[in-house]
């Protein structure tokens, strides 16, 4: 017996593939005061496609004037809530959360030398910073409570960050130190991080975390990039990018299985983007860049 299928719903089959397999072609980078969605799959060399735009004068009349000078470098800038709103850090002091269609700010937080953010369970949001008067921390914030700082928690030179969902835990890297911690209050006004473990990591200069499965983390310093078995509590170098020094962002995706990193070539800084598998060269030219990040698509 042949079934007949309407058309209806196979142009909504290929429409939903296609936006999955759209989607997870996207790069999110950022540095200076700007912010680009690039597809990585149309880029190589200098030719780089750029599907989205933004910058601080974007967001002129939506904050304070004077918030806007801490946007000035863009350190990380990550996908969140399926590809929705994008959450941004900035060394000279800035966090934003930005709906992706509007270009609305709905979030703004002072963070001195803020390195890495993450969006976690209830709307809190969390960010690691390299510096603070008060000294180095770990903050956390709630999306609909701008500049209050709801818990914090001492990290010295925090880069690095992740949500580790199945486990519950979040595990934040700082110079020589890598952490985890559960959630305690969580879905009341007090939130609290409690730290469970710490490990010291293989070299000093922690720069960023990638999860890689369930039970496995990258972990990027100085010298090189170690995989992290969580249950084992064992680093062990990680050969792609053992001996590749100075790496600010690494990134395992694992619906591609690509691996995408940065590192320092000018000062701090980069104009270029390595992936592998296969292996390409996407070079930025208009933006100093520090970490990128891809699209994980979980919808």
């Known amino acids: 017996m042949k079934i007949s299928i309407p058309c209806f719903i196979l142009f909504s089959l290929f429409s939903c593939v296609s936006e999955k397999s759209n989607v997870l072609h996207e790069l999110v980078i950022c540095g200076d005061n700007k912010v680009w ?10 030719n780089v496609e750029v599907i989205w735009k933004w910058e601080i004068s974007d967001v002129s009349g939506q904050i304070p004037d004077e918030y806007q000078n801490y946007l000035k470098s863009m ?9 929705s709103k994008l959450l941004v850090a900035s060394s000279s002091g800035g966090v934003l959360l930005i709906d992706r269609e509007t270009k609305k700010c709905l979030f703004h937080a002072y963070a001195p030398m803020a390195h890495s953010v993450d969006l976690l369970p209830d709307n809190k949001i969390a960010v690691a910073l390299s510096t603070n008067p008060n000294g180095n921390s770990l903050e956390i914030y709630d999306i609909n409570q701008s500049n209050v700082v709801l818990f914090k928690d001492s990290l010295y030179s925090g880069h690095g960050s992740v949500w580790m969902e199945k486990r519950q835990r979040f595990y934040a890297l700082g110079y020589d130190m890598l952490r985890e911690y559960s959630l305690v209050n969580w879905n009341t006004s007090m939130p609290k991080l409690k730290l469970e473990r710490e490990w010291i990591i293989p070299a000093e200069g922690g720069h960023d975390l990638s999860k890689v499965s369930d039970n496995e983390i990258l972990v990027s310093d100085h010298h090189g ?14 050969v792609p990018l053992d001996t590749v020094q100075n790496i600010k962002s690494v ?5 591609t299985k690509e691996l995408i990193y940065t590192k320092a070539e000018v000062s701090w800084w980069t104009h270029n983007i390595y992936i592998h598998n296969p292996d390409k060269v996407i070079t930025i030219s208009e933006i100093n860049l520090y970490k990128v990040r891809p699209n994980s698509y979980q919808k």
């Not at 990134?251 to 619906?255: A, D, E, G, H």
């Open 37 to 46: 969605i690039i597809d990585k799959e149309k880029s190589e060399g200098s």
């Open 75 to 83: 350190d990380e800038c990550k996908f969140v809530d399926n590809n």
């Open 225 to 238: 990039v170690s995989l992290f078995d969580i249950d084992k509590e064992t680093f062990m170098p990680f």
């Open 251 to 255: 990134n395992y995706n694992m619906k």
